[in-house]
């Protein structure tokens, strides 16, 4: 479906946005807040409701979906001010106000509306990243020994960062004996909230079928970060919590969860995910190469994803604590190149499995997107979507 409205058309197949003829790749909740928006725009959506359909099963600050509607004005020309296209109702929530026009509905597929084969999972099929996803499963195997590992996987925007942790934590979430936690940093404005992504990770892991675990780790080890997470408690002990944690220094939550931590992995080995190191606050990014700097035994495999800073707007603290980091061998970089010519022939092929495809077809495409996996990603899915190229 592609939505126009003012001088944008949004196409929910490329996840992308684009403005006077100008290409946005948005970021998934950015994308996912627009939608949202624009297919109820009969009405005011609510906060609360933003969170339940956006971020499902999952803590969310008033700060964070509040950074998130301002990235998605600042996408579609609005500004704080200016609210020609979302409106913000003081008090009850957001309304998508311009007109908008609906282009190219996908058709009903009768009774059986699933997506082709060729289409299905075609956003998170990893091809020629087996060197990465080794090296990844070779720290796995020296963080389940006790010997903490914190990595930084880096690459431009489209590159394959998340596909290829996703990939490598599906496979270890079948093994079932793994803590797995998320957390999203997003893009924040002024002084930002405190260990957004990780007070994210830790709420997961807390509404986990088995969390109640951690929950009482939690309020052993980490009180302080307990009491950030108030839905996780009853009110009696929330505000005894809360007002035991007034006062706490930033240094005192430093060491609280990693020990936390410490504790934790003692039971069983955690793999912690942060999406978009590049927007974290700057106590997320203290706590990492607090935790990266300790020798003590930890089974604790973290994975921080995150784009070459030189391309934001404002000067940021990751490069001088990822190189100071290296320097004493306390992290590692995993950096992802473009994909080489023949994985663009491998990744039709396993897409398009059984069919014939002109030999041609690869090689074009490779000249058009130069190996960038969501270039290539998108140019498949229109040339599957007009057929061109013979079975497709």
């Known amino acids: 479906m592609r939505y126009v409205f003012a001088d944008c058309t949004l196409d ?4 992308a946005l684009q403005r006077v003829d100008r290409p946005t790749l948005l970021r998934a909740k950015v994308f996912q807040v627009l939608h949202y928006l624009l297919t109820h725009r009969d009405r005011v959506v609510s906060k609360q409701e933003l969170c339940e359909q956006v971020w499902v099963g999952q803590f969310i600050s008033d700060a964070a979906v509040e950074a998130v509607v301002k990235a998605v004005r600042q996408a579609v020309g609005d500004t704080g001010r200016r609210q020609w296209c979302i409106q913000t109702r003081r008090g009850h929530g957001y309304r998508f106000v311009a007109p908008v026009t609906a282009l190219s509905p996908i058709p009903a597929a009768g009774p059986d509306s699933s997506p082709p084969a060729s289409e299905r999972h075609s956003r998170h099929l990893v091809v020629a990243r087996e060197g990465e996803l080794a090296q990844l499963q070779e720290w796995w195997t020296e963080a389940r020994q006790g010997t903490r590992q914190v990595v930084f996987v880096a690459g431009e925007i489209g590159i394959g960062k998340t596909a290829v ?3 490598f934590v599906d496979g270890l979430a079948r093994d079932g004996a793994v803590w ?12 930002g909230e405190a260990f957004l992504p990780l007070l ?11 969390g109640a675990g951690l929950i009482a780790l939690l309020r052993q080890h980490a009180p302080s970060w307990l009491a950030q997470m108030p839905a996780l408690l009853p009110q009696a002990e929330r505000e005894a919590l809360q007002r035991q944690a007034s006062g706490v220094t930033r240094a005192r939550m430093l060491r609280e969860l990693a020990e936390a931590m ?9 793999v912690l995910v942060l999406e978009d190191l590049h927007w974290s606050d700057a106590s997320t990014l203290e706590w990492l190469a607090y935790v990266a700097r300790q020798r003590d035994r930890a089974r604790l495999l973290v994975l ?42 491998l990744y039709l092929a396993r897409r398009f499995v059984g069919t014939s495809l002109p030999g041609e077809l690869a090689p074009l495409i490779y000249r058009r997107t130069n190996g960038h996996p969501l270039f ?5 899915d229109d040339m599957a979507r007009e057929g061109l190229g013979e079975g497709i």
């Open 12 to 15: 929910t197949d490329l996840y």
């Open 165 to 167: 942790v996703e990939a």
């Open 180 to 191: 797995i936690g998320h957390g999203q940093c997003v893009e924040q404005y002024g002084m």
């Open 200 to 210: 994210e990770a830790l709420g997961r892991l807390c509404r986990d079928p088995e």
């Open 262 to 270: 410490e504790r934790l992995t003692a039971e069983r080995p955690l």
């Open 304 to 345: 921080a994803t995150h784009r070459p800073v030189g391309t934001l707007a404002r000067p940021h603290p990751l490069p001088a604590i990822t190189q100071e980091l290296q320097q004493h061998d306390r992290c590692h970089v995993l950096g992802l190149p473009d994909l080489p010519p023949e994985a663009v022939a």
């Open 376 to 380: 290539m990603v998108s140019l498949v």
